[in-house]
T-cell receptor, first 111, second 115 residues
Framework: QKEVEQNSGPLSVPEGAIASLNCTYSDRGSQSFFWYRQYSGKSPELIMSIYSNGDKEDGRFTAQLNKASQYVSLLIRDSQPSDSATYLC???????????FGAGTRLFVKA | DGGITQSPKYLFRKEGQNVTLSCEQNLNHDAMYWYRQDPGQGLRLIYYSQIVNDFQKGDIAEGYSVSREKKESFPLTVTSAQKNPTAFYLCASNPWQGANTGELFFGEGSRLTVL
């Protein structure tokens, strides 16, 4: 079992729709959770971080964390073609220095 | 502007050659990291360093070496012992001290191709 698992996609949504990206992790000791966006050929860029159960909203992005189910999700509302990218889920343990990344989900937003 | 600078952006290497990738940051971050990314895959940790003159192996350290002589610099050497070095290499940093949230700031990456 991979430490951080994501559906590789591609996930295709029409412009203006809600895109839902999901991630599961295996280590219950994980405490910090991140979503990075990576455009083709570019480096990852942090878009959301979440540390406690529940929802965290930032503009069109909402991160959701359920530690009991070991599940993290990212919702993108009013999806735009510029949101087309690979979204990487990342997890870090408490007091640790290693951040483990999932393989990423490719998102296509159709105009 | 503060940030992380990686060089070179593109690098071609012949088999059997060692190459060194540069990573410099002016964010005053304590922790620095090297990741490798292969097509369609996530990032895999090669080495990381929490403080000057100290570093630890990540998950795929074989065939790589690093040094941390200055806080700002964390160069990665890809040695001839690395059997499949063609990849996209990413350097990252994190404040670490104080509230270590674990958020990583990345450089633009170095793409290494072995001919």
């Amino acid at each position: 079992q991979k430490e951080v698992e994501q559906n590789s996609g591609p996930l295709s949504v029409p412009e203006g729709a809600i895109a839902s990206l999901n991630c599961t992790y295996s280590d219950r000791g994980s405490q910090s959770f991140f979503w990075y966006r990576q455009y083709s050929g570019k480096s990852p860029e942090l878009i959301m971080s979440i540390y406690s159960n529940g929802d965290k909203e930032d503009g069109r992005f909402t991160a959701q964390l359920n530690k009991a189910s070991q599940y993290v999700s990212l919702l993108i509302r009013d999806s735009q073609p510029s949101d087309s990218a690979t979204y990487l889920c990342a997890v870090r343990k408490t007091g640790g220095f290693k951040t483990i990344f999932g393989a990423g989900t490719r998102l296509f937003v159709k105009a | 502007d503060g940030g992380i600078t990686q060089s070179p952006k593109y690098l071609f290497r012949k088999e059997g050659q060692n190459v060194t990738l540069s990573c410099e940051q002016n964010l005053n971050h304590d922790a620095m990291y090297w990741y490798r990314q292969d097509p369609g895959q996530g990032l895999r940790l090669i080495y990381y360093s929490q403080i000057v003159n100290d570093f630890q192996k990540g998950d795929i350290a074989e065939g790589y070496s690093v040094s941390r002589e200055k806080k700002e610099s964390f160069p990665l050497t890809v040695t001839s012992a690395q059997k499949n070095p063609t990849a996209f290499y990413l350097c990252a940093s994190n404040p670490w001290q104080g509230a270590n949230t674990g958020e990583l700031f990345f450089g633009e990456g170095s793409r290494l191709t072995v001919l």
